[in-house]
């Protein structure tokens, strides 16, 4: 399997103050260093992410999206555990910036607003569909599958495992791919922040 050097890690040494806890120093536009991690398979970077967790670290649970690079970092303790692409909420359908906290989790949710209206021999008629839109005579709705969601407001927008493409495409939710969407789900308690920017 191809590997490659994290350029990251290579041009940016220094930038991280070793006194820092690695959430402090993303916060403050830093970059992390890891020895251990100067060496990342590309493919399975995109399209899983990664997770490392010391089975003993423990304190506060922060999950810190960034939109702008479609990527989802969480810390335990203010160190660096695990990476995650993302699909944000594309245009007309932003995904909210700013300070939350995990005030629900449903490893099966469906979505109550979006979703697909399908006849009663299964086809789907509407794969598009947004509740309170008419719909077509012998079609019912069924919600999207949102599964290990967990809510980040009382809006709506949930962190959920979802279709990634490293780009805006959600009515607003953020979008894991499933391995990391369990992973989150599993590791993180209700009341953990997410910050979203």
Known sequence: MKRI??????????????????LSATMNGGYLFRPEKLFTDAKQAVSDGYWDKPANLEGEHV???????????YYIAGRQVGLSDISSGKAGHGTPRGEFTIIAKDIDHVSASYGSIVDAAGNVIDENYTVGQPIPRGGHYEGAKMNFGMQITRSGIWMHEGIVTSAPESHGCIRLPRKMA???????PIGSRVIIK
């Open 63 to 73: 999950i810190v999206v960034d939109t702008q690079l479609q990527q989802a970092k």
């Open 5 to 22: 050097y994290s350029l990251a890690a290579l041009l940016l040494l220094s930038a991280c103050d070793s006194t820092q806890n690695d």
């Open 182 to 188: 369990k992973i989150f789900f599993e590791n993180t």
